[in-house]
């Protein structure tokens, strides 16, 4: 990966940060308060589900901060990378949980908070389904990565060996 290409990442990265604590500091207070008719407790978990989801992707984005630093370095084919990667696969398939909680919040009962139509609560569900089903794919590319590593490993000890015998 080009040097150009990682720092127009991390400018996307750090765009898409600002953004989202715009959203935390300024839009959630908002919401809030358009909220107001509604019940305490349903304004409580709307705002808190958004607000956690946000942070789930913050912290996805810090982590693929710093693996593009571990690009730029050449080291992102060790075990440290292992760490970045776990974290965002904990933080998106928490994304998804967080879904799932908010279509269930939202589905119809006499605990339901207004009226939400059967047709959201299933695209909310879809939404949850695929976002798990994003944390899937990263599990197979770090499933990948661990093989890029173990190549790597594997390639420096023939060459070890190829060297010991020239």
Known sequence: MGRYVVLASQF??????????????VILPLVWIDLEGEALWG???????AALWILGLQVCAVCVWR???MVRRGSVFSRRAFRWVDVIIAAIAFDAVITFVLAVLLAPGDVAPGDVAPGV???VCGAALVTGGV????????????????????????????????
């Open 135 to 166: 944390a899937l794919l990263v599990v197979v590319m770090r499933q990948l990565l661990q093989q890029a590593i173990d190549r790597d490993a594997e390639a420096r000890a023939l060459r070890s060996e190829l060297d010991e015998v020239i």
């Open 121 to 123: 609560v299933a695209l």
């Open 12 to 25: 996307v990265i750090a765009l898409s940060l600002a953004g989202s604590l715009v959203v935390q500091t």
């Open 67 to 69: 693996l593009l630093g």
């Open 43 to 49: 304004r409580i978990a709307l705002v808190t589900i």
